[in-house]
């Protein structure tokens, strides 16, 4: 699939060997001329780390120094690689988190040899990830995706294994070999900071059969009394939001700084970041800048933050490219209440323990980077909830207000309740279930009392409500969900 992420990627719930190898082939077959990966030595009966080679503990490694050389280290943590032409041989990493081996997308020529991986979470912790690495006599073990590759910084996979079995990828259209780099001392592994996560390519979604219209202007919307928990008044701009004027302006983004942190009345010309448990930020503006303008991701451990929650806080995409992304976890819940998203051009995401509560968000920038365009969107996750919200998606390249595709991971428990729907694109939402993707079997979602609007189609999106939907299998269900401006009810087919 073009722009996703590849990777030999196992279901154990679903998917047999041969599935999995036939989806990765079909899937990962990419073009690697021009990119500066290298080839490794012949190929060895032995794979992974060598029985003779005694190893060295070690912890975490950020590895920022081009031509490093990581050689015989049993490596109790991840290794995140930052520079150029580093090699890591005769090595084991063991790790419990999200990426046991981490390449930086700008890196070039990282090479990894006779190296073992042993994951330490199946349902959770990833193999070597994204990309632009070559890799040889590598075996991974009890990864939840093991060989990770991308169109355009593609991975090559010589004489390895995953799980005992015999895997390569792009094996016959490496380039020519090319010397190892000269070893330089071993640097002093430093303390492992958050690492920026890899930017996630866009899936493609469904194909629109002609370009979306332009859409009439928004009406402007009346102000209503900020709604309680439960009681279904639809938030609007003047009732999200923060409640107070900022008490102090900070350039350059923030970052949180302990557990327990209170983040309250500020104005944020930057990023957000959260990296520690039990942070609350309320009453604050972003100003967003970068391809992630907040975000929620693994601290230095390498684990999630726990209970993280965003309430009444403003999120305005004006400074950022018109395709970044306003509000994101790699894998982090969190809970996002009572908030302001607008000028912004791509979709908010969820991936797994997340609630967005109480808000409005409408994705009202358009531009020129062919980026297809949302309000939330979810490509894979559990645990997931939309509940009395506002989300639009208008202008051209709109897919959906809600678009659902399983392109990383089954979608698999979301609670879309008491929402209200509305979108220039192709239909208002994707339900998850899309037999183009590589998971197309959606569980557990739940479209209950939601209201879809005909504010800028009379079918809501162009060709319909929603698309993808399996109503009354694997636990999904339709209920209780009707037209905005009529009350009339709307049947899930």
């Not at 077959?29 to 032995?46: C, E, N, R, Y």
């Not at 794979?47 to 490093?68: F, N």
């Not at 900020?226 to 008044?233: I, N, S, V, Y």
């Not at 109480?358 to 309000?375: E, F, L, V, W």
Request: glycine share 12%; with cysteine; charged share 25%.
């Amino acid at each position: 699939m073009a722009g996703a992420f590849a990777s030999l990627s196992r279901n154990r719930e679903r998917a047999s060997y041969y599935m999995r190898v036939s989806h990765a082939l079909m899937s990962l077959v990419v073009a690697v001329g021009g990119i500066g990966l290298v080839s490794g030595p012949a190929a060895a009966t032995t794979v992974g780390v060598p029985d003779d080679v005694r190893l060295a503990p070690s912890g975490s490694l950020t590895i920022t120094e081009p031509g490093t050389v990581v050689d015989g280290l049993h490596v109790d943590g991840m290794i995140h690689v930052l520079a150029d032409d580093v090699t890591i041989k005769n090595t084991k990493v063991t790790y419990g988190g999200y990426h046991s081996i981490r390449v930086d997308s700008d890196v070039k020529n990282t090479r990894i040899l006779d190296t073992t991986v042993e994951c330490g979470n199946p349902s959770k912790t990833n193999g070597i990830t994204f990309g632009n690495y070559y890799a040889e006599r590598v075996a991974l073990e009890g990864c939840r995706n093991d060989f990770m590759s991308q169109k355009g910084k593609p991975a090559v996979v010589v004489d390895s294994t995953v799980d005992g079995e015999d895997f390569s990828l792009n094996a016959d259209e490496h380039p020519g070999p090319k010397p190892t780099p000269k070893p330089t001392p071993k640097p002093e592994p430093t303390p492992e900071p958050s690492p920026e996560p890899t930017p996630e390519p866009e899936p493609t979604p469904e194909p629109e059969p002609e370009p979306e219209p332009e859409p009439e202007p928004e009406p402007e919307p009346t102000p209503e009394p900020e709604p309680g928990d439960t009681d279904g008044a639809w938030p609007t701009p003047e009732t999200t939001g923060p409640r107070y004027d900022a008490e102090r302006r900070v350039t350059g983004g923030f970052e949180s700084s302990r557990d327990g942190q209170v983040i309250e009345r500020l104005e944020i010309d930057g990023r957000l970041t959260v990296t520690h448990d039990n942070v609350t930020v309320r009453d604050v503006t972003v100003n967003g800048t970068g391809t992630y303008m907040v975000q929620v991701k693994e601290g230095a451990d390498g684990r999630c933050p726990e209970n993280v929650r965003f309430e009444h806080v403003e999120i305005d995409g004006a400074r950022a490219a018109e395709n970044d992304i306003p509000l994101y976890s790699p894998d982090c819940g969190y809970t996002f209440d009572r908030g302001h998203i607008h000028n912004v051009g791509r979709a908010s995401r969820v991936v797994h323990d997340t609630t967005i509560s109480n808000s409005y968000i409408i994705s009202d920038r358009t531009g020129d980077s062919g980026a297809h365009r949302g309000g939330v969107g979810n490509n894979g996750g559990t645990n997931n909830a939309l509940l009395n919200n506002v989300i639009k998606c208008e202008g051209t390249g709109c897919s959906a207000a809600l678009p659902m595709y399983g392109d990383f991971r089954t979608i698999d428990g979301y609670r879309i309740e008491g929402n209200l729907l509305a979108t220039t694109g192709s239909y208002c939402a994707y339900g998850g279930s899309l037999d183009s993707k590589p998971y197309p079997n959606g569980r557990n979602i739940r479209f209950i009392d939601n209201h879809f609007s005909s504010e800028y189609f009379d079918s809501c999106g162009r060709y319909g409500v929603v698309s993808g939907f399996d109503d009354g299998v694997r636990g999904n269900m339709w209920k209780g969900n009707v037209w905005h401006e009529t009350g009339e009810p709307i049947p899930a087919g």
